[in-house]
């Protein structure tokens, strides 16, 4: 069964409600989550990475390694 995933619009929605990305370990490997919300593909989370106004939190186990990343407080629309 496949799992409906969010569009990125959509996703960037939720983030500006204050909600976070996150990288999860699931039964199928590693898969991206706005939580809470929904999941969201490898395309659209590298999409989202890719933006200025996304930010991590630094809260991985090791250096470097982000699992959850927010959109900045002070995001306007354009």
């Given at each position: ?29 590693m898969?991206?989550f706005?939580?809470?919300?929904g ?21 991985g ?6 699992q ?10 354009s």
């Amino acid at each position: 069964m496949k799992t409906k995933t969010l569009a990125e619009n959509d996703a960037l929605e939720l983030m500006r409600e204050g909600r976070s990305m996150l990288k999860m370990h699931t039964v199928q490997g590693m898969q991206w989550f706005i939580a809470p919300g929904g999941q969201i593909t490898e395309t659209v989370a590298q999409r989202i990475l890719a933006r200025p106004d996304v930010q991590p939190q630094r809260d991985g186990l090791f250096p470097y390694c982000d699992q959850t990343f927010k959109l900045r407080s002070n995001w306007r629309r354009s």
